[in-house]
C-alpha cells in the first residue's frame, strides 16, 4: 500500500510538472505570436509612411505596401493614445489581415462624412481591439489618410451587441456627421463589443 501511494505521488507530480512545462511553452509561444504580429504592424506603417511623404498631399485611394514578400492594401492608419494603438488601416477583410493589423469593415473613404467602421482582433497581450472596452467619453481616436490628414474623432457610444445585430454599421441620419466605428469580439465570439467617436 505504501508503494502504491508512493507511485500515484510520484505519478501525479510528474503530470504538475509536464502540465507546467507545456504551460510555459503555450506562454512562450503567444508572446512570440504577439511580438511578431506587432512587428509586421510596425513594419507597414514605416512603408506607409513612406509612401504618404511621396504623395505630397494628394489622395490615392489605397496604396499597396510590400512587408516580408506579402502584399497589403492599406487605406490609411488609426492611433488611440491612451490604449497604446497605432495600426494600419488594411482594405483586405481577411482572416490574414486580421492577424496583422485592423481592417475596414464599411463605410465611405477614411475622414469622409459618414460612418467608416473598422474591426480587429482582441489578442491576449494587447495587440490591436482587445482594450477598446476602456474607452469612454471623449477619449480621443486619430484617424490618417493616405494624404497625411490626421483627424480626432471623439468618443460618445460604447457597449456590447450580438453577433447577429449589425446596427452599428448604420450610416448617420445627418449627412454632415463623421464617424468612426470600432469594433471587436468578445466572449470567444459570441458577442461584439463597438465604440463610436465623433469628429466635433
Known sequence: MKKFKEW??????????IALYVAVAMLI???FKERKRQEISDGIIDKLDDQIEENNGEAPAEVSVDYNGIKYTVLGKIRIKKIGIYAPILKENTTGAYNVSVVKISGPSLNSKGNVT???HNFMKGNFFIKINRLVSNDVVTITDLTGNSVNYYVYEY????IEDSSYLAQPASKDDQIVTLVTCT???KERYYVKARKK
Open 29 to 31: 509561444y503567444t508572446n
Open 8 to 17: 500515484f505521488f510520484n505519478i501525479i507530480i510528474l503530470l504538475i510538472v
Open 159 to 162: 457597449g456590447v451587441t450580438t
Open 118 to 120: 473598422i474591426g480587429g
Open 187 to 189: 466572449k470567444g465570439g
